[in-house]
């Protein structure tokens, strides 16, 4: 079959429209998304501007660590070098998609289109980004009950929100094992667990994936602490970084886009149960999500516009 040159600028006129359409309906979903929430951002925005500058400058360095860390993550859950550019502005983008589609999708489908246009075929795209996620997971989950048992003045903060560290590692093996009957399941969690036990035999690809992995809740839970110094509140930084941790391990249960709703609640009622006030936790989350979310949501749906009219998406 003879393919012709008004054929082949056909196709790619297509893939220009297809391209600036997605582009549109990213940037116009994003908008909408950023004006129904004007006066929490106005509200947000005015009690921060009371805030500790220093410290806000530090929550807004500790935001963008999360992106190279994510990347760092991703690079070890792979075998193929990644262009580190892009690699990090796809995290970037991903964060920003994150905040339109429920429970993490915005992110895995970005993350899963990058994989692929760097050479990945989509089983292996998808088992790297499984693996990084099971990694998180694990992170989360060990670096909870590190605290609780080294730190006794956390146990009041976990007798309010009682086993959830706990009760999130066994729903989720509950679950697991409900579906274990399933071929293609199995078939899945093997090629993952093949893939764990590649990243270990190369001992770069398993710091970047733990070390990222750590790094990457860390930084999450250094914004939290920077956001509850700037606003003075006097709470231990374990109980803190514990209280990020509960929060979004909570959180995860619910699939609302990017966490919103349900870890702000969660977030802001461990801080209370830690010991803030009201109204001070509900200020500290806001700014959480102001450096995490909303203000970085606009350059980051350009950044995944540019990605998609680059055909690195």
């Not at 082949?8 to 004006?35: K, P």
């Not at 990020?244 to 995860?252: I, K, N, P, R, T």
């Amino acid at each position: 079959m003879i393919v012709t040159d008004d054929q082949t600028t056909g196709a790619r006129g297509g893939r220009w429209y297809l391209q600036l359409g997605v582009g549109a309906a990213l940037l116009i979903a994003g908008g909408g998304m950023l004006a129904a929430h004007r006066a929490t951002l106005d509200s947000g925005t005015e009690r921060l501007t009371a805030g500790d500058m220093e410290w806000l400058l530090l929550a807004c360095l500790a935001a963008v660590a999360t992106w190279v860390c994510a990347a760092v993550a991703q690079q070890g859950a792979v075998a193929e070098q990644l262009p580190t550019r892009r690699l990090v502005a796809a995290q970037f983008a991903a964060s920003a998609a994150n905040h339109l589609l429920p429970a993490g999708a915005g992110a895995t489908v970005v993350n899963l289109r990058f994989l692929i246009r760097c050479g990945l075929s989509p089983r292996r795209a998808a088992t790297a980004l499984a693996v990084k996620a099971t990694v998180g997971g694990i992170v989360r989950c060990t670096l909870g009950v590190a605290l609780l048992t080294t730190s006794p003045g956390t146990l009041r903060l976990s007798a309010r929100v009682p086993c959830v560290l706990f009760l999130l590692p066994t729903a989720a093996t509950a679950v697991a094992l409900a579906f274990a009957a399933s071929g293609r399941l199995r078939r899945a969690v093997r090629q993952v667990l093949a893939d764990v036990r590649d990243v270990h035999r190369h001992r770069t690809r398993a710091w970047a994936l733990w070390g990222g992995s750590i790094a990457f809740a860390l930084m999450h839970a250094a914004v939290v602490v920077a956001m509850v110094r700037a606003l003075g509140l006097g709470l231990p930084t374990r109980h803190v970084v514990m209280a990020y941790l509960v929060a979004s391990g909570a959180a995860a249960l619910l699939p609302t886009p990017g966490g919103l709703g349900s870890l702000d609640t969660a977030l802001a009622l461990v801080l209370t149960a830690a010991g803030a006030p009201g109204q001070a936790a509900v200020s500290a989350v806001l700014g959480y999500r102001l450096v995490t979310g909303w203000l970085p949501m606009a350059p980051g749906l350009l950044v995944l516009v540019l990605l998609v009219r680059r055909a690195a998406l």
